[in-house]
């Protein structure tokens, strides 16, 4: 990146006095034209106007930015609104102060700061060529007060676009929906690449190893841990602590003086805000672990009233959007759909609006600060995806936006004390299908627990089913399957001709429950976790990973039910005889000898898939049944167990790929397969730079950690 314009900081600091003083005679008029229009504010003399509006003036530049650093939280968690109820409590003691000027109530002051806010935000505007120009000169009013670094490598922004896959960004460079990422590639400043998330394609995982370096044992947004009876969920502040516990060992990708920025996870991070893992009323505070207020980037956003405004403008405008969107898709019957009602019109703003500039200002404040390395994640196009589409209009509109801000802050990064690369990049990448629970009538949790004894719940067909997230959201494989046969469904009908051989009969549980668990149980005895395309089978009364002899005695119809349905593509189960082994339809997988025999189930799931998953078959917490839905690469589609229309967490087509946008100038990656392997990427390009590699000095090592991994005496 270039330089900044010092040309452009002196024109910038001339035309201050000009602004300053045409906001003060516009809050002049709009003040006159407000003592006509409110019953309750009152001005007699021609003098109060300008006065008051002076004061006023003083109160939103000089004493708010003050008083917001006691009062955040209240417009934090007002979403601003409360920052406009404090400012007219100002209005009225300024009120007090000016003879004359009459504020009856609360009520009436608030609307005078409104007025007073919208008006400020009109004259930014005039003064500018563009919204982008207002944000430029805001950053250089930042910067103003950044001082100047002495020799240090450039900085990196790693600015993660949440399940954005690599065809959908390709895609979106052609089609305009990414004019910053094209603009850059047509250039020759950056080139524009593709990674292979793991087995679970879902932000737990791959943002664990990316920051940290591991995510072993992580198997997706949502699992399982027998020993703990525990469903472990990554969004959950406490899960999240102690994954990260587990993961880190203090030589994380943004160890060192990094920060972390709306992300899962810290990376080891020192200054940590908007972060899951790192909630003060969780977790501790770590050794040399700055944590700021209630977050980095809030103050500094809605220290303004200005901003505060725009917000809640954009937030509204956002909300119709969103029912403009979901009418549109209803009216043209457009499938896969979901239901998008409810409270999720209001909630959706959460992500695709209020985060994403809060996680802007935090970023801004960061690079004028000189840190050496940022991670950032925008959630929105995520979030919109699984409601809408992966690549449908309003989809890519909320792409359209973060792109936007990626550019402001490529264009800022100029003003910093230091320069900066921008590298972007996903998580994982998304699938789009109709909902197993849409398309088979009942959900995969329903399945399991009828073809375990449990009691069916009643089918549920229809055209949206209902939107709502998890809370906590075998058999023998013997000589005779051996046996090549030809024919649809010929593994499942061979265990069904074994279990009638044997004599197995009605299934009647011998293995009592004992105390009641936490978990609750789809039959007796069965738990089933959801996690995207991927579902976990467990039965906690049996210790240790149950094998497949086991799970033909007690359960014999589940595992050819199983891999006789539409809806799932393969299996993974684990045998006494065979190690693991992978069961479809029409064949099996020994991923211990690689034997195959009749189709291979993972043909169609990438090269990669039979390493995949045997790691994660060697994981601590694996499932005793692992299950992955079916992918059809004609329509290119998969049905997730989730009710989204844009969905991950498994193997089966885009999901799995993430892309990967970096300076030239930096060491082309190569392929790159899994989190580990991106992190390990992404640490050498900050070694390439000149960051030294960090030492861990002092840190505790995670059990799951690089370190730990590789000498377990340290842990």
């Keep these: 990146m270039s330089r900044p314009d010092q040309r452009g900081r002196v024109l910038g600091r001339g035309r201050a006095p000009a602004r300053v003083l045409l906001t003060w005679l516009l809050t002049t008029l709009a003040l006159v034209v407000l003592d006509r229009w409110l019953a309750g504010f009152a001005m007699a003399a021609w003098w109060q106007p300008p006065l008051t509006a002076l004061l006023l003036g003083l109160l939103a530049g000089v004493v708010w930015p003050l008083v917001m650093r006691v009062a955040?939280?209240?417009?934090l968690f007002t979403l601003g609104l409360g920052s406009f109820l404090l400012l007219g409590a100002g209005v009225l003691a300024v009120s007090f102060a000016v003879p004359g000027?009459?504020?009856t109530d609360l009520g009436t002051a608030t609307l005078v700061v409104v007025a007073m806010a919208a008006v400020t935000a009109v004259v930014s505007s005039a003064l500018a060529i563009d919204e982008d120009e207002v944000f430029f000169r805001r950053a250089r009013r930042r910067a103003g007060s950044a001082s100047a670094a002495g020799p240090c490598p450039p900085g990196v922004l790693f600015l993660q676009i949440d399940g954005l896959g690599a065809d959908t960004a390709r895609r979106a460079v052609r089609d305009g929906s990414m004019p910053t990422l094209a603009a850059w590639l047509r250039s020759g400043s950056h080139a524009l690449t593709s990674w292979h998330t793991d087995w679970s394609s879902q932000t737990g995982a791959s943002v664990c190893g990316i920051l940290h370096g591991s995510n072993h044992d992580v198997l997706g947004f949502r699992y399982y841990e027998k020993d703990r009876d525990h469903v472990v969920a990554v969004s959950h502040p406490a899960d999240a602590a102690e994954v990260e516990r587990r993961h880190s060992d203090g030589r994380g990708l943004l160890a060192g003086g990094g920060a972390s920025r709306g992300n899962l996870f810290t990376g080891d991070a020192p200054h940590v805000s908007l972060t899951m893992s790192a909630l003060p009323l969780v977790v501790p505070r770590r050794s040399g672990r700055r944590r700021e207020r209630v977050g980095a980037g809030y103050y500094a956003y809605f220290a303004n009233p200005v901003n505060a405004l725009r917000t809640l403008g954009v937030s509204l405008a956002d909300v119709y959007r969103e029912l403009s969107a979901a009418a549109r898709q209803r009216r043209a019957d457009v499938r896969p759909r979901v239901s998008r009602g409810g409270l999720y019109p209001l909630a959706r703003p959460g992500t695709t609006v209020i985060a994403r500039d809060v996680v802007v200002a935090a970023i801004l404040e960061d690079m004028m600060a000189g840190r050496p390395a940022v991670y950032a994640d925008f959630l929105g196009y995520d979030e919109v995806a699984h409601h809408s589409g992966v690549e449908r209009f309003d989809t890519l509109e909320v792409l359209r936006s973060i792109d936007q801000q990626v550019g402001r802050l490529a264009r800022?990064?100029?003003?910093?004390?230091?320069?900066?690369?921008?590298?972007?990049?996903?998580d994982h990448g998304q699938t789009q299908?109709?909902?197993?629970?849409?398309?088979?009538?009942?959900?995969?949790?329903?399945?399991?627990?009828?073809?375990?004894?449990?009691?069916?719940?009643?089918?549920r067909r229809g055209p949206e089913p209902r939107d709502s997230r998890r809370p906590a959201e075998g058999w023998q494989v013997t000589t005779a399957l051996a046996e090549v046969a030809s024919g649809p469904g010929f593994i499942a009908r061979r265990l069904r001709e074994r279990v009638e051989s044997a004599g197995a009969g009605e299934h009647a549980h011998r293995t009592p429950s004992g105390e009641p668990g936490r978990v609750a149980r789809v039959a007796p005895g069965v738990v089933v976790v959801v996690s995207g395309h991927t579902a976990g089978v467990s039965f906690p009364d049996l210790p240790g990973r149950v094998p497949l002899e086991e799970i033909e005695h007690h359960w014999p119809d589940l595992l050819p039910a199983l891999v006789d349905h539409d809806g799932v593509g393969f299996v993974l189960v684990h045998s006494e005889e065979h190690g693991p082994v992978v069961l479809g339809r029409d064949g099996l997988?020994?991923?211990?000898?690689?034997?195959?025999?009749?189709?291979?189930?993972l043909a169609g799931y990438g090269e990669h898939a039979p390493a995949l998953v045997a790691r994660v078959s060697a994981f601590p917490h694996c499932p005793d049944v692992m299950v992955n839905s079916r992918y059809d690469p004609d329509t290119d589609e998969a049905s997730p167990f989730e009710p989204h229309v844009g969905s991950h967490g498994g193997l089966g087509g885009p999901q799995q790929r993430g892309f990967l946008a970096h300076p030239r100038v930096l060491t082309p990656p190569g392929e790159i397969v899994g989190a580990e392997h991106l992190h390990r990427v992404l640490r050498g390009w900050l070694t390439e730079l000149g960051h030294p590699e960090p030492d861990g000095a002092g840190a505790q090592v995670g059990p799951d950690s690089p370190a730990a991994l590789r000498d377990p005496s340290r842990v």
């Design 589 to 601: 997988h020994r991923l211990a000898t690689g034997v195959v025999v009749g189709e291979d189930p």
């Design 433 to 459: 299908g109709e909902a197993f629970a849409q398309r088979f009538g009942e959900t995969i949790e329903s399945f399991v627990g009828r073809h375990c004894g449990g009691t069916p719940e009643p089918a």
């Design 412 to 426: 800022a990064a100029e003003l910093a004390p230091r320069p900066y690369h921008v590298v972007l990049l996903s």
């Design 72 to 75: 955040l939280p209240l417009a």
């Design 101 to 103: 000027v009459v504020v």
